[in-house]
């Protein structure tokens, strides 16, 4: 028998506020595209289940959209034959009893099997069980549960949550909860695992299939996709859904970099073929802030319209700023006005009040230093 075991898809997740062309969230419709790539390349290899570890959705209460893309790819799956076996995980588990569960939706499908009940269930699928238990309402009832599971001779245990020997991956998400290396069993057939994103085997029969996407830059590095099993041989494959469209570049230290430096460090990273529909974020240590202060910010800014989502991230050498660079008060209105005059370039200040705002906010630095002048004298 072999099935496909994936996780995690999140659907509903979106960020980084970069909008399409019709104002919704790109990295939203990336995971509704991937998932749906992901049931194309399913029903191609028509396995002989699918399992699903967990974190179906990115929320308890998903909107109309997540649920509908769901229901399409559950219905495509049915269409092909091919039985599915789900159970919730921490994202899409109500976490009290008096809160229903999305997947109360989709019960009663025809070779749909889904635990949501923060119980261990069982179902037989083929000339296999598969022994499910979903996301528990307390750490402690995961160990309770797998007590309930009587052994068949041919069995695949499913699960969600971290397991101890990954605890330094712990991602703190909500209701993350921590397994217990001992319900790793060697007599199982094959453990499918659920939350943690990347491809990872934790025991000889125990994988995690990781997520499809990219959620954040700390999984740039990761292998996505789904794993083929044999659950004769206990042999799994990775099947890739998509390629990896997020770079995290290694920090660059920009010490004593002039401005000028630094601005074409970030230029030889940033050609448009290279960063085209991908994630780009540039990260660059012990940067001189007045230095890329003197950058052209809009010119910073536009560099990335290519990509669906870029950052630069930086990091200040601070304290060489204020040895080398010591704040005058007197001057502290000619600061605050290039201060301005930067966020002026850069589009965020509103183009109808951006003379005011400068004017405005200088005189009132002045002023400031004024009376903190006078406040001195009187006080001599």
Sequence with gaps: MKIIHLADSHLGFSSYSRLDEHGQNRIEEMVYSGFEKAIEQIIRAHPDAVVHAGDVFHHVRPKIKPLFIFQRGLQRLVEAAIPVIIISGNHDAPKSFNQTSPFRLFEGLRDVHIAQRYSYERFEVGDHCFHCIPFCLEPQDYLTEFGEIKRSGRDVLVMHGMVESLKNQKMRSVGEHELNDSLLKSDFDYIALGHYHGQAQVAANAYYSGSVE??????ARDVKGMLLVDLETGKASNVPVKPNYMIDHPPIDCSGMRSDEIAEIIMDMCHEDEISDRMVRINLKNVNR??????????LN???????????RLDFCDEED???????????????AGFLGERRSANLIPETIKDEVVSYGTVVMKMAVLARQKETTDAS
């Design 290 to 299: 007045v230095a890329y202060r003197s950058i052209d910010q809009g010119k």
């Design 302 to 312: 536009r560099l990335g319209g290519a990509a669906i989502y870029f950052k630069i």
């Design 214 to 219: 990219y959620f954040n830059f700390g999984e």
């Design 322 to 336: 204020r040895i080398e660079r010591p704040v005058d008060r007197r001057m502290l209105h000619v600061d605050f």
